[in-house]
């Protein structure tokens, strides 16, 4: 039998490993804006890129419809969704499974610093077919702080 790996499986572990350095230093109890510095400063210091506010252009049919900010992009591959709290997970999920298929990006971690530390891979591969209300469109892309990149998106959530 053939094992299948995870997509971006070195890049997702080494983040969780950061995440629950931080959520040790740390606990459970500050705002999201604490989570997301100390994770930026623990993943820079391991040799990862970081860009934080990421803004993302939504459209719908087309047509540019609202502009919506990432937690965290790290090495241009992995979006990363920061809660404080564990309250709704599969409202965090949605939200993360929606800002893949606003972008090319494949895979996202959802971090919660909540009394409990937990994480959740959402997936959304560019191979499977389209779904939902997005339109397949060259207008589809992610505004990123060095530059900006349009591509299209055929989306289907997995989650581990």
């Given at each position: 039998m053939t094992a299948i790996g995870l997509v971006d499986e070195e890049?997702?572990?080494?983040?969780?490993?950061?995440?629950?350095?931080?959520?040790n230093a740390l606990g459970h109890g500050y705002l999201e804006h604490i989570y997301k510095a100390a994770l930026e400063r623990e993943l820079t210091e391991r040799g990862h890129r970081v860009a934080r506010e990421v803004a993302v252009t939504v459209f719908y049919k087309g047509e540019e419809l609202a502009t919506q900010r990432l937690d965290m992009v790290v090495d241009d591959r992995l979006v990363v969704e920061v809660k404080s709290r564990?309250?709704?997970?599969?409202?965090?999920?949605?939200?993360?499974?929606?800002y893949l298929r606003?972008?090319?990006?494949?895979?996202?971690?959802?971090?919660?610093?909540?009394?409990?530390?937990?994480?959740?891979?959402?997936?959304?591969l560019n191979s499977w077919p389209q779904r939902g209300a997005v339109?397949?469109?060259?207008?589809?892309?992610?505004?990123?702080?060095?530059?900006?990149?349009?591509?299209?998106?055929?989306?289907?959530?997995d989650t581990d």
């Open positions: 890049l997702t572990g080494a983040v969780i490993g950061a995440f629950f350095e931080v959520y564990a309250d709704g997970p599969e409202l965090g999920s949605a939200q993360l499974f929606n606003a972008t090319k990006l494949e895979i996202g971690l959802l971090l919660t610093f909540g009394r409990r530390a937990s994480f959740k891979r959402v997936a959304c339109e397949k469109s060259d207008a589809l892309g992610v505004e990123l702080e060095d530059g900006a990149s349009k591509t299209d998106l055929h989306a289907h959530e």
